[in-house]
């Protein structure tokens, strides 16, 4: 699978954007899928992810409340839904999924668990 992540920018404190990944090559509905970043210095840290089947969401302790992650099977596309941005979400995020099988639930947030990733796109929130 091929995944594309798009719709970083820059953006006031407070702003919303949304991230958007489309795949190719394979199918998104089967697929569990997550979103990770990673600030410069800092280890890929886990944002938010959506498994197939169950429905189930999982979001970081730093974004809950303020990120939606959705998934559209028509446009086999996966979105991060960023409102109230703060200067410490700057990172580039990435769109991840595992297309060598079902993540368990104690795997989720792991990026290691996930062997295919989208090359990223950049998000700067000034303050």
């Known amino acids: 699978v091929q995944l594309q992540a798009s719709g970083g920018g820059l953006v006031q404190a407070g702003a919303s954007l949304r991230l958007s990944c489309v795949a190719s090559?394979?199918?998104?509905?089967?697929?569990?899928m997550g979103w990770f970043r990673q600030a410069p210095g800092k280890e890929r840290e886990f944002v938010a992810s959506?498994?197939?089947?169950?429905?189930?969401?999982y979001y970081g302790d730093s974004v809950k409340g303020r990120f939606t992650i959705s998934t559209d099977n028509a446009k086999n596309s996966v979105y991060l839904q960023m409102n109230s941005l703060k200067p410490e979400d700057t990172a580039v995020y990435y769109c991840a999924s595992n297309t060598r099988g079902r993540i368990i639930t104690s795997s989720i947030r792991n990026p290691s668990a996930y062997k295919d990733w989208g090359q990223g796109t950049l998000v700067t929130v000034s303050s």
């Open positions: 090559g394979s199918t998104l509905s089967s697929l569990d």
């Open positions: 959506f498994r197939r089947g169950v429905s189930n969401t």
